[in-house]
């Protein structure tokens, strides 16, 4: 594995965590602001931590009773200060959300920069 292969699985496992732990303060700490959601028809600015914040916080419900979640990743690509990875993310015995998160280099480590979400 390459350093930012680490880095890269390091932060998805405690993306993850943050997730279980129903910890949105946790994964708004995660995103980079500015940072853009992509989604198909929809394109969402993130200008404040507390809009990923909020979002996170009211979508628990959809996840009841999930306690634990395996990921796959496939970096995509590299670049100096970012890295594209390629996230599936299973829970519930299936593969459940697959994203592309492009992850910006910051001080403290990766933040999301861009998400879009992959078929």
Request: charged share 20%; hydrophobic share 45%.
């Amino acid at each position: 594995m390459t350093e930012a292969t680490d880095n890269v699985d390091r932060f998805f496992d405690r993306y993850a965590a943050a997730l279980l732990a129903r910890d949105a303060k946790a994964i708004a700490g995660m995103y980079a602001v500015p940072s853009l959601i992509l989604f198909p028809g929809q394109s969402i600015p993130v200008t404040d931590t507390g809009q990923t914040e909020a979002f996170f916080a009211s979508s628990w419900g959809q996840y009841e009773g999930i306690d634990s979640v395996e990921k796959r990743i496939d970096i995509m690509a590299e670049a100096p200060g970012f890295v594209w990875a390629d996230v599936t993310w299973t829970y519930g015995g299936e593969p459940r959300e697959r994203f592309c998160y492009q992850l910006a280099e910051r001080a403290g480590g990766y933040q999301i920069a861009v998400l879009t979400p992959l078929a």
